[in-house]
């Protein structure tokens, strides 16, 4: 068995795109995936199996448009991937308060010539690419950034999702606690 994390962009964002997650919890269970759990409302489910990520893709996003009538972006790190990425993040959490910190992950690696587009709209804030993760560090804040998942998602021509560094080590909790028996 392969631990893994999905990531949903958009579900319970600001009132749209309603998920129940003991709905959600219980629809990874009818697919089979085992070790099920989710943290905070927005789409963070941890589980097992054995597929492949393009099953494991396929499978969640198909059961997602059948029982809750929406399309909405899935990505998804094996739990090593995920504990390295958070592992990586280049910078120290006590210059910003950690909900300014985030990781965007990337359906695909972003090509290099398109990376060297996200400058232009970092403006005080710091990033940095590593893999298929973009750390960010929001200096002002992130409510209002410029730089962010749907802007990123244009000029790399990927899918991103991001979480704060909170949000990050509750999945990666998840991901460490003994299962449920």
């Given amino acids: 068995m392969i631990r893994r994390v999905a990531f949903f962009r958009g579900i319970n964002v600001g009132g749209h795109n309603r998920v129940p997650m003991a709905e959600l919890r219980e629809m990874f269970t009818e697919l089979g995936y085992t070790g099920v759990a ?3 409302q927005s789409g963070n489910v941890v589980f097992d199996t054995t ?4 099953e494991v893709a396929v ?3 198909d059961a997602v448009r059948h029982r809750f009538d929406l399309h909405v972006p899935l990505t998804l ?3 090593g991937a995920f504990a390295a990425a958070i592992a990586a993040h280049p910078f120290s959490p006590g210059m910003v308060e950690a909900k300014f910190h985030h990781i965007m992950f ?3 690696p972003a090509r290099s010539d398109a990376v060297e587009r996200l400058g232009e709209r970092a403006d005080s804030d710091d990033f940095a690419v590593i893999g298929r ?12 950034a410029r730089f962010n998942v749907g802007w990123v998602d244009q000029q790399l021509a990927v899918v991103a999702t991001a979480r704060n560094l909170p949000t990050c080590q509750k999945v990666l909790g ?5 299962p449920a028996r």
Wanted: zero cysteines.
């Fill in 174 to 178: 998840l991901i460490e606690a003994p």
């Fill in 59 to 61: 499978a969640i996003s």
């Fill in 133 to 144: 993760e973009i750390h960010v560090r929001y200096n002002k804040g992130s409510a209002r």
């Fill in 106 to 108: 990337l359906n695909e």
């Fill in 77 to 79: 790190r094996t739990a």
């Fill in 38 to 40: 989710s943290a905070i």
């Fill in 51 to 54: 597929a492949t990520d393009r």
